[in-house]
């Protein structure tokens, strides 16, 4: 699960005592939507009155119509949770949000420009309009790809985010002008062009956000291209995902296009190395659910690879991870035999759509235990970044091996989760990753040999291996 649906979850837990004092009220989702788009209307008069009764200096309306703002964007939290903690979910419901969120945001957006405008902060006014125009595409750019059935929630800067910062830096600029004065000024030297003013509280984080919610749309924009161009390429490969997925999405074999003939920077396997020293232990590995038609001869768990009759590589002398029902693919390196493993994450029978897959060490080196990630190796090395496409389809990435996906979904054939690689233009099942690192590096810069993918071809049901030198 996300930091940020975590930091929801916490926010829900405060706020749903007020959700059940407003339902036994007999309010209902719309109306408290209707209420959030009231207070923003406030929150443009305060700026109005400020541009029209107020002089230059005098920023107490922007302080008080940023304590608003927060109230306002209150609302925006406690409308879905109305709707889910009553029972009153409804696609009307979802779209009048929307609509109302939008002119709620145009709104404050227009009292904003005005009072800016009026007091001949034009390069400030300018930005205003800028974040407004990111805040409208950071919206569209997601209606419009849910339209083509894609999900697209990414991003830095959605709406809480952007209240947050308008409101607490409007806040923080009323309340900043009281002791320092609202002419204050630092300029450049020589010159009567302002460095800062007081205003700059306000308007300073507000010029940040206008470039970051663009970018959020940008970004939005490309994940979608991405998934559309999957989408291309898996109805053209047939196969037995093309059959589990008639709707065409987010299929494996969109793989085999960026998969089979990617090559992995050595920069982001440096990291993955660099990391794990800095947690002060290596990679390890689960294995791979049962593949397709075609699976590998089981082995006996915690029984070592297979050795050849000369031992080429450390690995092969690594133990093979024990395997459950939920068990997916390992991933191990060199220099010791701690592994990491990946397996279904499920909640009473249902794959968890937040976190469909769960990431975990198997400690080899200690006492063979099941141990969670550190938080740097969640987020910085073995961590996955999950997508979901639909069909129950889910695109995962390594947060530091962006290059080549991997895709999450269910095999006709055996009706189980997998996870699908290309390894030389054909979708295989993932088993194994591994990072041959040897002597002769140094911390930041350790010796990496190649980096390889170990998996079960669909149609063959042959291993297949695909080695990347690095």
């Avoid at 450390?314 to 029902?325: A, E, L, M």
Wanted: proline share 6%; net charge positive.
């Amino acid at each position: 699960m996300s930091t940020r649906k975590k930091l929801q979850l916490g926010i829900y837990k405060v706020i749903n005592p007020l959700v059940r004092l407003l339902i036994r009220m007999g309010l209902t989702p719309n109306m408290v939507t209707t209420i959030g788009l009231v207070l923003n209307i406030g929150v443009a008069v305060i700026f109005i009155s400020g541009a029209e009764e107020g002089r230059r200096g005098d920023l107490s309306y922007v302080g008080w119509a940023g304590a608003l703002i927060l109230f306002a964007g209150l609302f925006d939290m406690l409308d879905g949770q109305v709707a889910r903690l009553g029972n009153m979910s409804s696609p009307f419901g979802a779209l009048y949000d929307s609509v109302l969120d939008r002119y709620s945001e145009l709104i404050l957006f227009l009292g904003i420009c005005y009072y800016l405008v009026a007091h001949h902060y034009f390069m400030s006014s300018l930005f205003a309009f800028i974040g407004l125009i990111g805040s409208m595409m950071v919206s569209y750019t997601r209606a419009r790809a849910e339209g083509l059935g894609i999900e697209c929630k990414d991003g830095l800067m959605q709406r809480p985010e952007r209240v947050i910062i308008i409101g607490v830096s409007a806040l923080a600029c009323g309340v900043a002008s009281r002791w320092m004065g609202g002419d204050y000024k630092i300029a450049w030297p020589n010159s009567n062009f302002p460095i800062f003013e007081t205003i700059s509280i306000f308007t300073i984080p507000l010029t940040i956000m206008a470039f970051l919610a663009n970018w959020t749309a940008i970004g939005r924009l490309r994940d979608a291209k991405k998934t559309l161009e999957a989408r291309a390429v898996a109805a053209s490969a047939p196969g037995p995902t093309a059959a589990a997925n008639p709707n065409g999405a987010a299929k494996a074999p969109a793989a085999a296009k960026s998969a089979s003939k990617s090559s992995l920077p050595g920069a982001t396997v440096l990291i993955i190395f660099s990391l794990s020293l800095i947690a002060g232990m290596p990679t390890g590995a689960q294995t791979a659910s049962a593949a397709t038609p075609a699976v590998i001869t089981p082995v006996s768990p915690g029984v070592l690879h297979p050795r050849p009759a000369v031992i080429n590589d450390p690995v092969d002398t690594f133990p093979i991870p024990p395997t459950n029902s939920n068990s997916l693919f390992y991933l191990q390196r060199t220099p010791n035999t701690n592994t990491i493993i990946c397996e279904l994450n499920q909640k009473d029978g249902a794959l968890d759509r937040d976190e469909p897959v769960k990431v975990l060490w198997i400690r080899y080196t200690e006492q063979r235990q099941r141990a969670e990630l550190s938080w740097i190796q969640r987020h910085f090395a073995y961590g996955l970044k999950e997508k979901d496409m639909g069909n129950g389809t889910y695109e995962l990435r390594f947060v530091s091996w962006k290059k080549t996906p991997m895709y999450l979904m269910k095999s006709s054939a055996d009706s189980r989760y997998h996870v699908y690689v290309s390894i030389d233009g054909r979708q295989a099942v993932l088993n194994r990753v591994y990072i041959r690192i040897d002597p002769g590096g140094t911390f930041w810069s350790p010796n990496v040999k190649y980096l390889e993918l170990k998996a079960v071809d669909v149609q063959s049901g042959k291993e297949v291996v695909q080695r990347i030198k690095v």
